[in-house]
Each structure stands twice: as C-alpha cells, then as structure tokens.
C-alpha cells in the first residue's frame, strides 16, 4: 500500500512539472534576423506586407521590441534591398568593358527575378547600403575602361539601370500585383490590333521583333554598348 501511494505521489508530482513545462525561449531578435524574415515575407507577399507590426509578430514580440533594433520601415527596405542584391562577384582581369557591364546587368536582371519586390524599392533615389554601392562602383569602374568621362559615365549608367529595369518590369511577376499577359499573348494582340497606318509596328511585329528569350536584354544592351563605344572612340580623338 505504502510502495501504491509513493508512486502515485511520484507520477502525480511527474504529471504536475510536465504540465507546468513552458515552450522554450523566443527566437533571439537580432538586426540581422529581422531583414531575412522580411525579404522573406515580401518574397512571398510583396514588400507592401512588411510593416513593423508584422515582422513583431513573426518572432512573438510587439513592434515596440522591433524599433529597438531598426528605427521604421524605410531603414528596413533600404537594409532588405542590400542584403538581397549582395556583394558584386570577384573581378574578372582580362576582361573588356563590354563583358563586365553584361555580366553586371544580368547580375542586377538575376536580383530583381529572386525578390521582385526590389523592382518597387528601388523606385526611388534612397540611402545605398555598401553592397549596392560596390555594385555602383563596379559598372563605373567599367565606363570608365570604355573611356567615358564621369559625367558620361553617370548618363551611360542611368540608360543601363534603366534598360534592365525594363526588362524587368515586362518579364517578372511582382507578388501582390495583378498578373500581366504573356510576351507571345501580347504579340498576337498586337498583330491583331495594328492597322495599316501602323506601318513600323507591323514590320517589327513580322521581323519577330518583341520575342527575345531573355526579354530583349541582349539586343538592348547591345544599342547601349554601341552607343558607349561611340563616345569613348570621340573622347579619345
């Protein structure tokens, strides 16, 4: 009897502490963690499903306990929008101007394809963190190869940001946002649609023109390069 009631005390005793278990500790709340959960979040939901509020919510805490760490929104985006570029690869020596400024380009296109959300926080002229500001560094350096003057090269870039940015915008379906027709749809309305007075549009449409694998960016930063070229041949006479 006495054996009976010590090991009914002892399972009860058991059943007392397993019922009084708490779950283990709080995700530890770092800088770091807080941009990676909200590059995921805008991943999968647009970068307009970031807010402090959410991104407390993620790891249990109040928003409050976030701005210890980050001051708003606006310091989140500009951190998300470096950590997801990341930093430019290694320069290759030997290398022509025209084959580090492509191999730069299809770095960005490749960015704005893993977080398309970057397309719209990049809309707007902002602090750079020190990833995005190599990147800067890297396609001026470039420019600079092909003989441009710093004055050119600032306009040479601004024509490849904005190329790219192009490519993008027709090419990659930005979460959140309504989804737009595809490349060959558009094609076939167009041809469709194009009467005769639209002479230049029919010929390019024939020509098959607008169906490029990689959404024109080849043919694009081919006139672009051209165009480089041209006024480096000119600086240098």
Not at 79 to 97: F, N, Q, S, V
Request: proline share 5%; charged share 20%.
């Amino acid at each position: 009897m006495a054996t009976n009631r010590r090991k009914a005390r002892t399972e009860k005793d058991g059943a007392s502490t397993q019922g009084s278990i708490r779950p283990g500790p709080k995700p530890t709340l770092t800088r770091q963690t807080i941009v990676q959960t909200a590059i995921d979040i805008a991943d999968s939901e647009g970068i307009e499903a970031v807010t402090m509020q959410r991104l407390g919510e993620a790891f249990g805490f109040t928003p409050m306990s976030v701005y210890r760490y980050v001051h708003n929104k606006a310091e989140v985006v500009e951190a998300m929008i470096d950590a997801a570029l990341g930093a430019p690869p290694p320069k290759k020596r030997g290398h022509d101007w025209r084959s580090l400024l492509e191999e730069w380009a299809r770095g960005i296109l490749a960015c704005f394809a893993r977080h398309p959300w970057t397309l719209a926080a990049t809309s707007r002229l902002r602090t750079m963190g020190p990833n995005e500001l190599a990147w800067t560094d890297r396609a001026l350096s470039a420019l600079a190869s092909a003989g441009l003057t710093p004055g050119d090269q600032h306009g040479a870039l601004l024509a490849l940001v904005g190329h790219v940015r192009g490519v993008a915008q027709f090419s990659i379906h930005v979460p959140g946002a309504r989804p737009g027709i595809g490349l060959a749809e558009w094609r076939s309305a167009a041809a469709a649609t194009a009467g005769a007075d639209l002479s230049a549009l029919r010929a390019a449409l024939e020509a098959g023109a607008f169906a490029g694998r990689d959404g024109g960016l080849a043919p694009g930063l081919r006139i672009v390069f051209e165009g480089i070229a041209a006024v480096g041949r000119r600086r240098n006479a």
